[in-house]
């Protein structure tokens, strides 16, 4: 993770609605291929969406998280211009902040069969710990800070 990616901000979005940032976000795959449909400019989003910005106020990327049964589908998408510096990481463990904080139990993704990037992200997910599953899943347990930063007895 680079420096920058420290000093980002993770601001929820209330209403999330499509729009520009977002289409630059999820740019060249698009909505469609991660199942959210193809949205017009306004349009209101389903689940929880959260911002991520720099410094500077540029929107870097975002994060979903879609809870059901004590489980959640995660997505981050990052904008190209920010992709490879750690902001996708950063935005992953804030999602596993969120999910621990709603006391679920695992993080997942299905990387789209038509996904341009499918075995690329596939293989990013793996190195932030998810694990591959023969569905095409790949989960994450969620874990609290106090279970990772507890001391061994």
Do not use: C, I
Request: proline content about 7%; glycine content about 12%; overall charge negative.
């Amino acid at each position: 993770m680079t420096d920058g990616a420290r000093e980002l901000t993770w601001t929820a979005e209330p209403t999330p609605r499509w729009d520009t940032d977002k289409a630059a976000a999820f740019s060249p795959a698009g909505p469609a291929v991660h199942g959210l449909g193809t949205p017009g400019e306004g349009d209101a989003l389903g689940d929880a969406w959260w911002r991520v910005e720099t410094p500077a106020g540029e929107v870097a990327g975002f994060g979903r998280l879609d809870d059901t049964w004590g489980d959640a589908e995660v997505l981050v998408a990052v904008v190209p211009a920010f992709r490879g510096s750690g902001v996708g990481a950063w935005a992953m463990d804030r999602l596993g902040e969120e999910a621990a904080a709603r006391s679920l139990n695992y993080v997942y993704n299905v990387v789209p069969v038509g996904h341009p990037d499918r075995e690329a992200v596939s293989s990013w997910l793996a190195g932030q710990g998810f694990d591959a599953r023969e569905t095409g899943e790949l989960r994450r347990r969620v874990t609290t800070r106090a279970a990772t930063t507890a001391p061994s007895q």
